[in-house]
């Protein structure tokens, strides 16, 4: 599989396998670990997560699966995320809440460590902005962690141009990603500067979301049965019968090595995203399906 470059010593394998939905999969360790044996026969060698996800228990679910077999820790990239508190029965918090203190930012990792069971990770990212983020303590916490060894990279999520420039002004380390949501359904961020900015600072983007939470298959309102439809064209132009095929395809055909999140516990999804690395779309489908999105022409 095509590999990302996106620092000197950091590679990420295009299509990356994500963890979001992976406590409702209902997976034992040993199922989830077959799954993660699969996704690297395909040629995934990255894995997406986060502190939050499974209402904290994603992390661990992974860690119990690959403490079956630690040797396959140094075949895969970790990412994972901090920055999020979520409240429920087992902390003291009123309502969720964004933090991006050095305190939190230390003790997230801290617990994502020892859940994953692992000494180093990866990637961190940043989980979502934090309207109170001093970028001191938060370039304190990076650089404590990474002379720690036990991050060696960093970046962050769901950030604006004007947010990543805010905090990488205060950090003796680069930010090697963004992770936002993008997809055929979601343009957002194509047009408000924060694709551009990845470009411009040779910083591939993660996307997750990228098939819009399946929204285009089935519903019937009127934009995304338009797209559906011209999805489907393009297909058949294409050589696939699948238009998630596409809509991963599309995404990749952008020259900012978009990485797209493909969150499925089923093993022939994930080979559908894979299998659209292979297909050669052309920049008028491109634009058809543009198009059909913003559901007028380009002017």
């Not at 859940?115 to 983020?133: E, G, Q």
Request: negative net charge.
């Amino acid at each position: 599989m095509e590999r990302i470059q996106l620092h000197d010593d950091l590679q990420f394998s295009r299509i990356i396998h994500g963890h979001w939905r992976l406590a409702d999969w209902n997976y034992t360790g040993q199922q989830t670990l077959g799954l993660l044996e699969q996704c690297l026969e395909l040629g995934i060698t990255t894995i997406d997560t986060a502190s939050i996800y499974g209402k904290y228990t994603c992390e661990e679910l992974f860690g119990n699966a690959l403490s079956l077999k630690p040797e396959l820790r140094g075949k895969i990239e970790i990412v994972t995320k901090c920055g999020i508190k979520l409240a429920n029965d087992e902390n003291s918090f009123r309502l969720n809440h964004y933090d991006s203190s050095k305190e939190h930012i230390i003790e997230s990792t801290e617990r994502s460590l020892t859940k994953l069971r692992t000494d180093y990770i990866d990637v961190l990212l940043i989980h979502r902005p934090d309207v109170l983020t001093n970028p001191e303590e938060v370039a304190e916490a990076f650089s404590s962690l990474k002379k720690d060894g036990k991050v060696k990279h960093f970046g962050v999520s769901n950030f604006l141009p004007s947010q990543v420039n805010m905090l990488e002004a205060y950090l003796d380390v680069p930010l090697v990603t963004n992770q936002v949501e993008l997809s055929v359904m979601y343009r957002d961020h194509f047009e408000n500067g924060v694709v551009d900015q990845c470009i411009e600072k040779k910083m591939p983007p993660m996307a997750w979301s990228p098939l819009n939470r399946g929204a285009v298959f089935n519903n019937q309102e009127e934009n995304p049965s338009r797209v559906r439809s011209t999805l489907q064209k393009v297909a058949e132009e294409l050589g696939t019968s699948t238009i998630d095929e596409v809509m991963y395809a599309w995404l990749m055909h952008h020259p900012a090595n978009i990485m797209p999140i493909a969150g499925s516990g089923k093993i022939e999804r994930i080979q559908s995203a894979v299998n659209s690395i292979s297909l050669q779309m052309n920049r008028e489908q491109w634009y058809e399906i543009w198009v059909s999105s913003r559901g007028k022409d380009v002017d």
